[in-house]
């Protein structure tokens, strides 16, 4: 596994990192893997599993520090509308719409594609939006603990509380 402490401190300057995305939904016709660079790239995942990372020009923008909880990546992709919207059209005609796609972001070094250098990062796409130069959206860390503690006392269920407002 590629060392991400490493690659700041003992790589050459010719070795770079290489975000990739992987984006899927139940109701999607297929699971996407995304690359930012010129040419397609063939790497492994950290299951062992090999893929091909499609290249597609996109431009990334991380929000809070990697190892924050509260971790979201703003993606403008280069699709020119093509892959993203048209899946989305998908999953609302399969009336799927309450379940979020999912966004894992990984990066590579660029001498050691056998596992991830970092990820992966596992975030929920929460809005979609069309741009002119293609589909844009925000990706975040799923909200795991929404309940809150404790009971709410309303006079609905409490009558007693009435004299007290």
């Known amino acids: 596994m590629p060392d991400y402490v490493g690659f700041f401190l003992d790589s050459s300057r ?9 984006i899927s939904h139940p109701a999607f016709s ?5 690359v930012r660079r010129p040419r397609a790239l063939v790497a492994r995942l950290e299951t062992g599993e090999e893929v091909t990372f499609t290249a597609l020009g996109m431009r990334l923008r991380r929000g809070a520090a990697r190892a924050d909880l509260a971790y979201s990546l703003g993606v403008d992709l280069g699709d020119l509308g093509e892959i993203i919207p048209a899946e989305v059209d998908r999953a609302r005609a399969a009336d799927q719409m309450g379940v979020r796609p999912v966004v894992v972001y990984r990066s590579y070094r660029s001498d ?6 970092f990820g992966p990062i596992r975030l929920e796409l929460a809005q979609i939006s069309r741009t002119r130069e293609g589909s844009s ?5 799923p909200q795991l603990n ?13 009558p007693m509380l009435r004299g007290f407002l």
């Open 30 to 34: 297929q699971v996407f893997y995304l």
């Open 112 to 117: 050691d594609l056998s596992a991830p250098m």
């Open 14 to 22: 010719a070795v770079i990192e290489i975000p990739t995305l992987e």
């Open 146 to 158: 929404l309940n809150r503690t404790g009971e709410v006392y309303s006079p609905d269920r409490f």
């Open 137 to 141: 959206f925000d990706a975040s860390a």
